[in-house]
């Protein structure tokens, strides 16, 4: 950090912060992700038309992502995961590449409403984009609903020889 110099971009960056914490205080009371502050000050910085240096909102979408990824690290236990790799495997990676494809398909219709212009790799970021929002999303509503113990929150499958059953994991 430069002494005496221009500071304008840890001015950006801290008010940024800083309206992002006052709206995840207010979330709090009902009981909502954190997550959701960083998208509402990135809507509310857009549609005001605040011009921001784009390194700012680059570092600003990165502690966003921080803090996605360490939310979501919480959650997992290593225990459980470890037991059920494989399961957890081929379903994480059906997941994804499952509504990946869907959210991509459905960019075709999306991106046209709001005038941007459509590629193949804009689809597929977007569709990546909304498979992990998504996820996060559910993870948080199965925690709030205290579901993730229940059959719909863990699910694993443990092999024994040639049959396989279901049991819920805690």
């Known amino acids: 950090m430069a002494v005496g110099g221009d500071d304008s971009f840890m001015q950006s960056l801290g008010l940024l912060l800083g309206l992002t914490a006052l709206i995840a ?7 909502q992700s954190t997550i959701i502050s960083f998208i509402i000050v990135g809507v509310v910085v ?11 909102l680059s570092h600003f979408s990165e502690v966003g992502i921080m803090v996605l990824l360490f939310m979501a690290g919480l959650e997992v236990d ?8 494989k399961a957890v495997t081929v379903v994480g990676l059906g997941q994804i590449v499952i509504s990946t ?11 046209p409403l709001i005038d941007q212009p459509l590629s193949a790799l804009s689809a597929v970021y977007f569709g990546l984009c909304m498979t992990f929002s998504s996820t996060i999303l559910v ?14 929150g863990q699910v694993r499958w443990r092999a024994s020889d040639a049959t396989r059953e279901k049991v819920t994991v805690r």
């Open 25 to 31: 205080l207010f979330l709090s009371f009902f009981r």
């Open 46 to 56: 857009n549609l005001v038309g605040v011009e921001v240096d784009p390194t700012t």
């Open 78 to 85: 290593i225990d459980a995961f470890l037991k059920a790799w």
């Open 101 to 111: 494809s869907v959210f991509s398909l459905l960019s075709i219709l999306i991106f």
């Open 139 to 152: 993870l948080g509503n199965l925690k709030s609903s205290k579901a993730m113990g229940t059959v719909h």
